[in-house]
């Protein structure tokens, strides 16, 4: 019997986490459940789930989860805080912990589980967006095993040998070619995209997501930040990394090779596959997806990414090649821009704007030997310069 502690319990990764896991429940029993303010939702998943450890990071939440479990017998206890989230993701009755917080605030219970060694089921890209030397080398130190989530990165290392960490070059891969379903605005005219509503952005055409990253992959944000997590996971650089539109989301990414062949994962896009592999692994177990019907699917299309359509693909690219604190400086600012989007501060071509400026102000650092903090006051500088700019476009 395997514990898990489900980080985010209460998100669209978090729900479909449990529905994996209650369909085993032979194999997986859950020990940790995480949210931030949803104390509603956390409170039905406890009396389903039965935890033994509950955590509302939001202090005032934790109290409402209290009195919400009041009446249960045999209740979770109840932590609080970051501090909270960081004990349950080490915690020795855990051997897995799935990271599925959205945004940079998943860094440091995510480092916390790869610390002590466990299987990170890792959804929450964003740590390896603004700490991916330092999260592979916990990984490397502790032993822990490092699995993707997100349903390219999973793809890819389905197609990939068992001994990809030789390096990519020695197992006779070329490429990676990481698909995107391109959004719902892949066909708009440019000019109406100064007009695009939150509710626009959200209705993924193929994907049922939490709402930052339904925002990303309407500005492409989203593939720019896998092409990041990608480099760190599979030990590559961009230009072994091409982005393909695929706007049936059937093919979930690809493996090229030296003697010509291209592998592929294909499936429905539902992401209790990519859990339900990760949890699994190396086994396969039921997810409770259903099958691929290709008949039905009856044609599979690709486009090259547009990358005047979509900066903020482009300028992931360039964090991506300029390395230092570049691609920190990019999500921080791409985070606060989201929020302002969502909030009706400022419009969709916005976003983009806030996070090349935020960027263009910030100048790129070295972040060789340093830890921890020294990312933490970067991602706070890029916060409060992005901050800054999204005012200026509001005002
Ligand atoms: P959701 O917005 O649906 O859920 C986010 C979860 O994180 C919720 O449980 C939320 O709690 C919690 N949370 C939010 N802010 C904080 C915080 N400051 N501290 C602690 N917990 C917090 O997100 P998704 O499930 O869509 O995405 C989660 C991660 O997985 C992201 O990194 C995303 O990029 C990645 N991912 C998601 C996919 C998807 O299909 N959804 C696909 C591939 C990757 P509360 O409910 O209380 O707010």
Redesign the pocket.
């Known amino acids: 019997m395997i514990g898990v502690t489900v ?10 986490t449990l529905d994996v896991l209650a369909r085993h429940p032979d194999r997986f029993r859950a020990v940790a459940l ?6 509603e ?2 409170a039905e998943q406890c009396r389903r789930h039965r935890p033994q450890y509950a955590v ?3 202090p005032e ?1 934790a109290q409402r989860l209290g009195e919400l479990l009041a009446d249960m017998p045999e209740r979770p206890e109840i932590l609080t805080g ?1 501090e909270g ?1 960081e004990q349950v993701s080490a915690l020795p009755e855990v051997g897995y912990v799935m ?5 940079a ?2 860094l440091r219970p995510t480092l916390a589980a790869a610390h002590a060694g466990k299987r990170v089921l890792l ?4 740590s390896l967006v603004v700490a991916g030397a330092l999260l592979m080398q916990a990984v490397a130190d502790s032993g822990a095993e490092l699995l993707p ?3 390219e990165h999973n793809a890819i290392f389905q197609c990939l040998p068992p001994n990809f960490s030789d390096g990519l070059d020695r197992v006779g891969v070329r490429r990676i070619l990481l698909t995107a379903s391109g959004g719902p605005f892949r066909d708009w005219p440019l000019e109406r995209l100064t007009s695009v509503t939150p509710e626009q952005a959200c209705a993924h055409p193929t ?8 925002v ?1 992959s309407a500005t492409m944000m ?1 593939k720019g ?1 896998e092409v990041i997590e990608a480099c760190w996971l599979f030990g590559t650089d961009t230009d072994h990394v091409q982005v393909v539109v695929h706007p049936q989301s059937v093919i979930h990414s690809l493996v090229q090779y030296d003697d010509g062949s291209v592998l592929a994962q294909l499936g429905n896009p539902d ?1 209790r596959t990519p859990i339900a592999h990760a949890m699994g692994w190396p086994e396969r177990i039921d997810s409770g997806v259903t099958p691929l019907d290709l008949f039905a699917v009856a044609r599979l299309d690709f486009q090259e990414p547009d990358f005047a359509r979509f900066p903020c693909l482009r300028l992931a690219f360039e964090s991506a090649r300029a390395g230092g604190t570049a691609p920190a400086v990019l999500n921080a600012a791409n985070e606060i821009a989201v929020a302002a989007f969502l909030d009706r501060r400022i419009d969709f071509p916005g976003i983009a704007a806030v996070v090349e400026g935020t960027l263009e102000a910030l100048p790129r650092e070295s972040v060789e030997g340093q830890g921890l903090e020294f990312l933490l006051d970067v991602d706070r500088r890029a916060r409060a310069q992005a901050e800054h700019l999204v005012q200026a476009r509001a005002g």
Request: charged residues 20%.
């Open positions: 980080l985010g319990a209460t998100g669209s990764i978090g729900v479909s995480t949210a931030n303010t949803d104390a939702r956390l509302m990071v939001d939440a970051v989230l990271a599925a917080i959205v945004g605030a998943g959804a929450n890209k964003e989530i997100d349903s994907w049922d997501m939490g709402r930052k990253i339904s990303d989203n930040l992401m």
